[in-house]
């Protein structure tokens, strides 16, 4: 029989809890609370950036740059880990930096712990926009992270991507792997899965986590619980489109079941018809009915002059 915990070891044990809690709070802070994506305003151009090293814009220096790992812009240590030492005084501006990280293009400034630990613990290393694949260092803005998807985007994708982002690679509901209806999904690989089918041999998730995604690892959740649509395909008439946009009836080249790209039939050249176009085609024969009258009247005219000449 397992001895009786006394009330120190309780204590002792929530206290190292509590301790670990502490240590690996700055990993779960979120991204725009990190000083690598704080917002800066260059001080020649006075747009506004994401903090970095260089303006996007106008490649200047800034003044006053913030360190990418602990947000400092004024080195007040006279006595510590700093590389350059500075005893007596404070450093700001360029005799605080020490260098520029690859990930996220801000300073960092000349502490011994920042300069070791940042590279390896920056958030931005998988920095790329989902949407346009765009990197750190190909965009002037902030990078965001979706709320539903996890994933990375820029200022210019973030709303238009979590405004689509709860939606299905499916037509229906169902599950990936039967014809079961999927109970939870998955907001990265977009697919749903019944209750057998989200648990994996070997994979025990603890008792009030979220379940894993099978295929990806990412956290699913419970389909009830979330604003997903399933992915729906118009053909014909259910193009959208009204008739006063357009007018007339619309079909699919090259099939309906394909899906194609709806064309209308006055687009198409064998149905062309222009109301100019026919106006001439009338003018047109009218000269050529009042040519060959005038030809008639010659002939004829030109026949009794040879007649009397004869007589």
């Not at 790329?128 to 803005?141: A, N």
Request: glycine share 10%; charged share 30%; with cysteine.
């Amino acid at each position: 029989m397992p001895k009786k915990k006394t009330g120190q070891r309780r204590k002792a044990e929530k206290q190292k809890e509590r301790q670990r809690e502490i240590r690996s709070a700055h990993l779960e802070r979120p991204l725009a609370e990190r000083p690598c994506n704080f917002s800066m305003e260059c001080d020649q151009c006075k747009r506004r950036q994401k903090n970095r090293a260089f303006c996007y814009f106008c490649q200047t220096i800034q003044r006053l740059p913030v360190c990418a790992n602990c947000g400092k812009q004024k080195c007040m240590q006279k006595t510590g880990d700093c590389v350059v030492k500075h005893p007596g005084q404070f450093s700001t501006g360029m005799a605080m930096v020490g260098a520029i990280c690859d990930y996220c293009e801000a300073w960092v400034c000349h502490g011994r712990k920042c300069l070791t630990t940042h590279a390896c613990t920056c958030p931005l290393q998988d920095g790329t926009c989902h949407e346009c694949k765009r990197s750190v260092w190909e965009h002037g803005g902030r990078v965001y992270k979706c709320s539903f998807c996890n994933n990375f985007l820029c200022e210019d994708d973030q709303f238009e991507h979590q405004a689509s982002c709860q939606q299905l690679h499916a037509e229906t509901y169902k599950c990936g792997s039967c014809n079961k209806v999927g109970q939870y999904s998955c907001l990265r690989c977009k697919v749903c899965y019944c209750e057998d089918h989200v648990r994996r041999k070997g994979v025990k998730s603890a008792k009030g986590q979220a379940i894993p995604c099978p295929k990806c690892g990412h956290d699913t959740a419970e389909t009830i619980d979330l604003s997903m649509s399933v992915r729906r395909y118009e053909f014909g008439r259910q193009s959208g489109m009204d008739e006063d946009d357009g007018g007339g009836y619309y079909f699919s080249w090259g099939g309906g079941a394909t899906g194609g790209d709806y064309l209308q039939l006055d687009d198409i050249g064998g149905n062309d018809y222009d109301e100019e176009e026919d106006e001439d085609y009338e003018d047109d024969e009218e000269d050529e009915s009042d040519a060959e009258e005038s030809g008639e009247d010659l002939s004829k005219e030109t026949s009794k002059l040879e007649v009397s000449d004869n007589k």
